[in-house]
């Protein structure tokens, strides 16, 4: 009997939280009157700003020449193959018929190029989020131009990291399937190690047991490790004569048996819908496929506001100030190096509605800046450095952190950390250091154990020990991106004297050298580009689309609060 009236009090419980936070749903949020931020560019900085706008206009190059690149896939020959002689779509256009429209978040295009085993263009898969029936989702899409689908280390750190991104932010995954397997020749870097190969389908079946949907698309070759991706999904389409799903293909088996059979017939479409049961949905053509998909992820357990409330969203966005200064000033205030570093409330003002900004201890470590603001409607709690990260300055960025945590607010830091750490000099300098690390060490706590939302933007350096404070890659934010200009290394290329030891032996001359030959190698990995094709971020941003791409990371991380229930009470359904 007691248990009995235990179990209907928390039915009622939960039944009144689902209700409160319908209500919190139609509730207003606070009225805000920050304060505008008046940053116009002074006389006496145009000099740093032009050369700051000639870096950028470079960088800005670099990163069409690289994205031309990306665009192309596995090159004209690779591609011809595809369209022609398997009859297949290119991935790009699978999306454009698959998401509601190409306006999507893409992530990490740059991985993959320049690495010792050669180019791999987008490391031969796209990854992204974008809408489909009007819901966020995370997409992962084999480009089998490249290298004709093959994984190689690079293809499976994306795809970890686009998973790792989907569980964050309880993202549907829906997965583009056209892979020919695992690159042999790196098995030993593909296969054995707990986030490799095989961590893929851990995170699958981990995210559909979260109640995160997995939704797998059979458009291409399944062979091998590829195979798993489908059978493994919730709900899983095949695309009849161009899908098939198979461990090993016809060469396989002649060679094991000396029998001869078609693609078609040892692991077609008819056979796995018909047959094994391993896809629940036969699809003619591509495009019937998409459609399928679209409907799979219209069944999911979201309830997205009403068509009423989304009318008054779009009003209230057309309504949302922009920034009293244009976004374009963003190239002029991306330091080409720390030494040209503007004041970072010119930056702020540059991205936050209206370009308002309620500063927090204004006063006190003025070396970071920390306030609230909103972006496109969305509060935000920033920290940028605007200086070294003193002691000072730390204390103040562990209580912002904190308070943020406490009031649920997301944190977006803007990274631009000095070039290297102060030589310790002196005992009064020894004792300072001391109590700066123990300051440092506060604020790397508060972050790392931060439970809001955090996004991190490196619109400069992102060095040493003060990067893990202002949340780096290490410290596992929602998402970070880099501005082209950004530097990522322990120490900023020309200061490699501070990570030789100060009192060698070493002939003078001998010494430069080295520390020439450490510069030149840090000059060419500290770089974005270098950084993004080793999947150190999320991708490389121009400064001026900066505004969008954090407003799609706020509307992708409040589309949490609208799955109906995230609870998983039995396990999991399985397969036939």
């Known amino acids: 009997m007691f248990r009995c009236m235990l179990r209907l009090a928390e039915q009622r419980w939960q039944c009144s939280v689902r209700c409160m936070s319908s209500a919190a749903r139609r509730r207003r949020a606070l009225r805000s009157a920050f304060q505008v931020l008046e940053q116009p560019l002074q006389p006496n900085n145009q000099h740093v700003y032009e050369a700051n706008l000639r870096n950028s206009i470079a960088c800005r190059n670099k990163y069409i020449e690289l994205i031309e690149k990306v665009r ?108 020919g397997g695992a690159f042999l020749p790196l098995q030993s870097e593909i296969f ?93 053509e591509e495009k019937e496929a998409y459609d399928y998909t679209r409907n799979i992820v219209s069944t999911l357990n979201f309830q997205l506001p ?61 070396t970071l800046i920390t306030g609230f603001a909103k972006i496109h409607g969305h509060l935000v709690g920033i920290v940028a450095n605007d200086g070294e990260l003193s002691y000072p300055a730390t204390l103040k960025g562990s209580h912002f952190v904190q308070l943020c945590d406490q009031r649920d607010i997301p944190l977006l830091f803007l990274q631009n950390t000095a070039p290297t750490t102060a030589l310790t000099l002196s005992t009064t300098q020894a004792e300072m250091n001391t109590n700066h690390l123990k300051a440092q060490g506060s604020m790397m706590s508060a972050v790392a154990c931060a439970s809001v939302p955090k996004i991190t933007v490196v619109i400069g350096g992102c060095h040493g020990a003060d990067s893990f404070a202002m949340c780096g890659r290490a410290f596992d934010p929602n998402f970070l991106f880099l501005w082209p200009n950004a530097r990522v290394s322990i120490t900023a290329p020309g200061h490699a004297g501070s990570l030789l030891p100060p009192d060698s032996e070493q002939e003078e001359e001998k010494k430069t050298q080295e520390e020439d030959k450490l510069n030149r190698r840090l000059e060419e990995e500290s770089s974005a580009f270098f950084s993004s094709s080793r999947l150190w971020d999320d991708g490389v941003i121009l400064p001026q689309d900066t505004r969008k791409v954090l407003r799609d990371c706020l509307d992708i991380i409040k589309q949490q609060q609208y799955q109906m229930s995230t609870e998983k009470l039995q396990p999991p359904l399985l397969r036939i």
């Open 72 to 179: 192309k896939g596995g090159g004209e020959n690779a591609i011809a193959r595809h369209t022609q002689r398997n009859r297949k779509l290119m991935v790009r256009e699978r999306l454009r018929l698959l998401l509601d429209d190409e306006d999507f978040l893409e992530l990490s295009p740059f991985a993959g190029l320049g690495l010792p085993y050669g180019d791999i263009p987008s490391a031969g898969c796209l990854t992204g989020i974008g809408r489909i029936s009007g819901l966020w989702c995370m997409f992962i899409a084999n480009d089998a131009t490249v290298k004709g689908g093959t994984a190689y280390p690079i293809t499976v750190k994306k795809q970890l990291r686009a998973q790792e991104i989907a569980i964050q932010n309880r993202l549907p995954c829906v997965y583009l399937v056209d892979s």
């Open 192 to 284: 054995p190690d707990k986030n490799q190969g095989g961590r893929t389908f851990y995170n699958e079946a981990i995210m559909s047991a979260m109640k995160i949907a997995q939704v797998s698309v059979v458009c291409g070759s399944c062979t091998a490790g590829g195979a798993y991706i489908p059978t493994m999904a919730e709900e899983a389409v095949m695309v009849h004569r161009i899908g098939t799903i198979f461990l090993g293909g016809p060469p396989l088996v002649k060679a094991a048996t000396g029998e001869e059979v078609s693609a078609e017939d040892l692991g077609g479409a008819r056979l796995h819908a018909e047959v094994s049961g391993c896809v629940d949905h036969f699809a003619w």
């Open 306 to 366: 009403e068509e009423e409330e989304e009318e008054d969203e779009e009003r209230k966005r057309k309504a949302e100030e922009e920034p009293l200064y244009s976004s374009e000033d963003l190239l002029g205030l991306a330091p080409k190096s720390y030494n040209y570093s503007l004041d970072v409330k010119m930056v702020i003002s540059r991205l936050t509605d209206g370009s308002r900004f309620q500063e927090f201890k204004a006063l006190y470590g003025t």
